[in-house]
């Protein structure tokens, strides 16, 4: 409330310094990292044409490290505002529901067998499916017509499963550094990957986004409820179908290549829907934005930090993320009793 | 609170119904039941003191246990031991090298994998183990060598049964590792052929290929999967430094095994590559990283080199293969 006492800026207004400040962050995680190299000099041997370890390390590590963090929490900010929005739940969140952590599971079960090293595409797919799994039985098992309660119980059986079951997968994982992993696929990182993992994911993430941000109207209508919605003409089978197949879309190919991002999808979202007067389509577009601009800062903090292996990412989300939640829980509980 | 007070008890249980059939049993069959008995009681009560007692207890204790100038467990044998188990890769190895084939009662499941080990061949003859106390009891062992490593609840309850149990220390530089050969021949019986064992690296040392006089100083940067590369203080450090290439990796101080960024490497522009392998078939993150495109592009028309990590990942007299590999390849970038 307090943040429209100081007047309300234009929806353009919004999204215009959303986005400068997201390229703004694009720019600095293109330019931060453990390496000593000169960004500028790089990009003036680039313009030249040459190939030099500097300009590979910006071509090869750092564009593709900001290109996935942006893409990332754009996915993870969009899924969570039209989740939020489908179930009609402000709890509704990729990572708490358990939608990652069942693209994680997916993720790793072609990873490790080997099946994303014969065929590369089967590692976002794995994650979709596993997402997909995810979505459809959070829909069935909270019900059309969700209470908070229901999603977070379903969120929390979901997400004990997919972790206990992507635990087994890398303890039976051949390769003896598999179990291991187990950090990266659920505290997430962006840290040395590489342009074949942007051209993988994005493609896909990009249907996804379509899907999600073509159910914006009817996610308006829902918010005045179910039968109003339908009285406007809105298809409800068909928007469940774009919201769930929209989030499995982006959310699995993001988490297929990044890992568990918690949160994003919970407090971006959130933080963003006073600025659109509470109006789910307004917020999906800004969701994506402020999502990317999360997943960018988290990342560049990352590599501020002074310790002597890199934090992954999901701590620093859940540092931001958890205690957020939890005065979230303690306003819905006021405003229950 | 509570926990301390369980273990305490469990132990207490373990150890009175211990000693009131130890009076009774001794051939080697009831010792085995006494064991599993053992296991019943103690077992509870050594996991809740080791989980206390684990962060407390520092890693001296192993160091402790050899410390190669004094009079250790290592020359307190009386007799020669005749039937070994072997409870860690590297001692598996040595044990393997050294002992005669008749003293040899069980390796671990590891040695026996050609991918970790280069006597997989060697050690298929003998019965493994994947080092449970249990299993170890059933070999009635009268020696059990283990790492600096091996769970330290499993040799405590052997050597509460009355085993003797010597812990090996990974040696960190090519003199350690003739040190620990002589010192563990010695303990087999096997002096003479521990002598012939080292003379036979010496030999191979002092006839590696010579290096050109312009290819000293060739900066070398070892890339391990899941990043890793090693500085001062590592057996690999030292095998870089018998083999004449300048580690970067301590140029740059670098400790121990550190993660080292990709940025950071190919920045680094080192003059040679070598890439640890481990298990490349397998599909991992860790593994993954070696694969990356930037290091492919990166190093187009420059030395890299492959080791495969059996050839160094145990200090044994094989080590000596990984020197010939590093100074061959080192004799091939100077050319470049």
């Known amino acids: ?68 963090g942006m893409f990332v929490g754009a996915s993870l900010g969009l899924a969570g505002a039209a989740m939020q929005g489908l179930l009609r739940n402000p709890l509704a969140e990729p990572g708490i529901v358990g939608v990652s952590g069942c693209a994680a599971l997916g993720a790793v079960l072609v990873f490790y067998t080997g099946l994303s090293g014969v065929y590369a595409m089967a590692l976002p797919l794995g994650g979709i499916a596993g997402a997909l799994v995810a979505v459809v039985l959070l829909y069935l098992l909270s019900g059309a017509r969700a209470t908070l309660l229901t999603v977070i119980l379903a969120g929390i059986a979901i997400n004990a499963l997919a972790g206990a079951l992507t635990a087994l997968v890398l303890n039976l994982a051949p390769s003896p550094f598999a179990f291991l992993e187990i950090i990266f696929w659920q505290m997430g990182s962006l840290s040395d990957r590489s342009l074949q993992h942007v051209g993988l994911s994005l493609p896909l993430m990009l249907v996804g986004w379509g899907l999600l941000l073509g159910a914006a109207r009817g996610l308006e209508a829902l918010s005045l409820g179910e039968e109003t919605a339908v009285s406007l003409g809105v298809n409800l089978g068909r928007l469940r179908l774009y919201v769930i ?79 957020f939640f939890l005065w979230l829980v303690y306003r819905l509980r006021r405003e229950m009793i | 609170m509570i926990a301390v007070v369980l273990a305490r008890l469990a132990l207490a249980a373990g150890n009175a ?130 790492g600096a490593f091996t769970a330290p609840a499993t040799l405590v309850m052997l050597e509460r049964l009355g085993i003797p149990v010597i812990k090996l220390n990974p040696p960190k530089t090519v003199a350690a590792i003739k040190l620990q050969v002589q010192q563990v021949a010695n303990l087999l019986g096997r002096a003479d052929y521990g002598r012939r064992l080292i003379r036979a690296m ?72 070598i890439l640890g392998e481990y298990m490349p078939q397998l599909p991992s993150l860790a593994q993954a990283l070696l694969t990356h495109p930037v290091l492919r592009q990166s190093f187009i028309g420059h030395k890299t080199i492959v080791v495969p990590s059996q050839s160094w990942s145990c200090g044994v007299p094989h080590a000596v293969e990984a020197i010939k590999i590093l100074r061959h390849a080192a004799i091939a970038a100077a050319k470049v």
């Not at chain 1, 699995?252 to 979202?269: H, Q």
């Open chain 1, 245 to 323: 197949m929209g989030s499995a879309l982006a959310v699995g190919s993001a988490v297929a290549v990044s890992g568990v991002i918690g949160f994003v999808g919970l407090v971006v979202p959130h933080l963003l829907r006073p600025w659109v007067d509470y109006l789910p389509g307004k917020l999906l577009p800004i969701s994506a934005l402020g999502g990317a601009i999360l997943v960018l800062a988290a990342d560049i903090l990352v590599r501020l930090m002074p310790t002597q292996n890199e934090l992954k990412l999901g701590v620093v989300t859940a540092l931001i993320g958890a205690p």
């Open chain 2, 17 to 146: 119904k211990q000693d009131k059939l130890l009076k009774y049993l001794n051939d080697k069959t009831q010792r085995f039941i006494l064991a599993r008995l053992n296991f019943c009681f103690v077992r509870f009560g050594r996991v809740c003191l080791w989980a206390l007692v684990v962060g407390a207890v520092p890693a001296q204790q192993s160091l402790a246990q050899l410390a190669p100038s004094q009079d250790g467990p290592l020359n307190e044998m009386k007799q020669i031991p005749q039937r070994v188990v072997s409870l860690n890769l590297c001692t598996d190895e040595l044990l393997l090298a050294l002992a005669e084939p008749h003293q040899i009662q069980s390796v671990t499941w590891l040695v026996k994998d050609p991918s970790l080990s280069w006597m997989a061949s060697a050690a298929q003859a003998y019965p493994s183990n994947q080092g449970a106390a249990e299993e170890v009891l059933a070999f009635a062992p009268d020696l059990v060598l283990a």
């Open chain 2, 202 to 273: 010496e030999h191979d040392i002092a006839n590696l290929p010579p290096l050109a006089t312009d290819a000293s100083g060739l900066r070398a940067l070892l890339y391990q999967p899941n990043g890793l590369t090693a500085g001062g203080d590592t057996l690999v450090a030292d095998i870089m430094r018998v083999a004449g290439l300048e580690n970067l990796a301590q140029l740059r101080n670098y400790p121990n095994f550190t993660q080292l960024p990709l940025e950071v490497l190919v920045l680094e522009r080192p003059d040679l590559l």
């Open chain 1, 1 to 68: 409330m307090g943040l429209r006492l100081l007047g309300h800026p234009s929806y353009r207004a919004l999204c215009m310094s959303l986005w400068l400040l997201m390229l703004v962050l694009l720019l600095v995680s293109v330019s931060i990292g453990r390496g000593p190299l000169d960004v500028l000099q790089a990009v003036r041997e680039l313009m030249a044409g040459e190939i030099t370890p500097g300009t590979l390390v910006f071509t090869e590590l750092r564009v593709p490290r900001a290109l996935l």
